[in-house]
C-alpha cells in the first residue's frame, strides 16, 4: 500500500471528493427535507412550455391553412378573370361575324362558364357584359363597342364588381 503525504492526502479526505460517505449522507437528508412543493413546481413548468409550445404549433398551422385557402382563392381569381377575357373575345368575334348580333352566348372551359349578353345601341353601339365563373369566384367585364364597320372599335373595357 503506497502512504500518500501533503496535499495529496489532503485533497482524499475533503468532502467534495468521491470517497467521502459522509459527505453524500448529509446531502441525501437535506434532499428528503424538501418536501413534495419542489415536484409539482417542476410539473407546471413543464405544463406551461408544453402549452406555449402547443400554441405556437397550432398558430402556425392555421396560418399555413389560411394562407392555402388565399392562395387557392386568387388562383380561382385569375381562372375567372381569364374566362371572362375569353367570352368577351367570343362576343366580339360574333359581332364582327355578324353585324347586327344581340343576345347571350355561353362558354363551359376547363374549371368554370362564361357567358356574355351584347345589347344594342344606337348606331353601331353595342355593350356587352360578360361573366366569368369557376368555383365560387365570379369576376365581371363591362365593354363599349362604339363601332363594329369596317374594324371593330372598343372604347372601354372595364371590371366591374
Known amino acids: 500500500m503506497v502512504e500518500m503525504s501533503g496535499r495529496i492526502a489532503d ?3 475533503h468532502p467534495r471528493v468521491f470517497g467521502n460517505k459522509e459527505y453524500f449522507m448529509k446531502k441525501d437528508k437535506n434532499r428528503s427535507n424538501l418536501g413534495p412543493r419542489d415536484g409539482y413546481i417542476a410539473l407546471i413548468t ?3 412550455v408544453g402549452a406555449v409550445g402547443v400554441a405556437v404549433g397550432v398558430s402556425l398551422l392555421l396560418l399555413g391553412l389560411s394562407s392555402s385557402r388565399t392562395g ?74 362604339t363601332q363594329i364597320t369596317p374594324t ?10
Not at 385569375?78 to 367570352?87: H, T
Not at 371593330?152 to 364588381?161: D, F, G, N, Q, R
Open 72 to 145: 387557392f382563392a386568387v388562383e380561382q381569381s385569375a381562372k375567372a378573370r381569364s374566362l371572362a377575357n375569353a367570352c368577351a373575345e367570343n362576343a366580339l368575334q360574333l359581332i364582327h361575324d355578324s353585324v347586327p348580333y344581340t343576345g347571350t352566348a355561353n362558354l363551359s372551359l376547363d374549371d368554370g362558364t362564361c357567358s356574355s349578353t351584347v345589347t344594342a345601341g344606337v348606331g353601331q353601339n353595342r355593350t356587352i357584359v360578360v361573366t366569368g365563373t369557376v368555383g365560387t369566384v365570379i369576376r365581371k367585364i363591362n365593354i363599349s363597342v
Open 11 to 13: 485533497s482524499f479526505s
Open 152 to 161: 371593330i372599335s372598343v372604347s372601354s373595357w372595364l371590371e366591374i364588381p
Open 46 to 48: 413543464v405544463i406551461v
